[in-house]
């Protein structure tokens, strides 16, 4: 049986594959492989995704021939995506390509730490879009895909916002500094108020997964945390509902320069 994902298409075999990853790597999703499939077609894929930050899924044979469905997969499924996927350095030209341009312009990014629920992914991007975030980064695996669920919590907005996808979140938050942006980690704990965190300036604003906050790496490359005041008896937030909170405030003075 088919996956009824109709937002995502199949391409099934090793040479489909192999090409797909030659012309359109950033119009995947993902890639499945038979565990320890060997050979130069195997080789290459697994090069290809690496280069293209495409994640690679090791399966048993039954779920390729489930994925298949009766087709000839050789050992090698691949996943259309619903959006052409960017690399953080073409996500960082579109949105501001210069120095000086990310000074003057103070771009706002999301930056989502293996958020695994599809439906928190979807209504995190809704709340970017509603924000006016210039784009979002997520990792390539230990992510949530970005299928119907995630596009339908989105109320559709996924598909208006340029995502990137790389291979090491911390590493990409140390390039952005590189860039002038100030990391903002989102946490309770040992954390400044949002109200008073300096959002006006370059902003990559990184939330943490659902279960476990920031993995340690991505907030050892943060530069401060901040934390949504709670006066109430709630310790923690559904992390969508802490994005669409600190975001608010995030733009708070970007809306009042553009009103002025």
Known sequence: MASPDATRSRIIGRQPVLEALERTPAAIDKVMMRHALSGPDADAVRSLAEAASVPVQY????????????????????????VSYLTVNALMEQV???????????????????????RNFGAMLRCAVAAGVDGVIVPNSG????????????????????????????????SLKERSYWVVGAQQADATSMWETDWDRPTALVMGSEGSGL?????????????????????????????GILLTEATKSRVAAESE
């Open 59 to 82: 399966v048993p044979q039954k779920r390729l021939d489930h994925e298949a469905d009766g087709a000839a997969h050789q050992g090698m499924v691949a996943w259309g995506a619903p």
């Open 96 to 118: 501001a390509p210069t120095w000086d341009d990310v000074q003057a312009q103070k771009p706002l990014l999301l930056v989502i730490d293996h958020v695994t629920d599809t």
């Open 143 to 174: 992510m949530a895909p970005l299928t119907t669920p995630a596009i339908k919590a989105s109320a559709g907005t996924a598909l208006r916002i340029p995502i990137a996808r790389c291979s090491d979140l911390a590493e990409t938050l140390i």
């Open 215 to 243: 993995s340690h790496s991505v907030a050892t490359a943060c530069d401060t945390f901040a934390r949504i005041p709670m006066r109430g008896s709630a310790d923690s937030l559904n992390v969508s509902v802490a994005t």
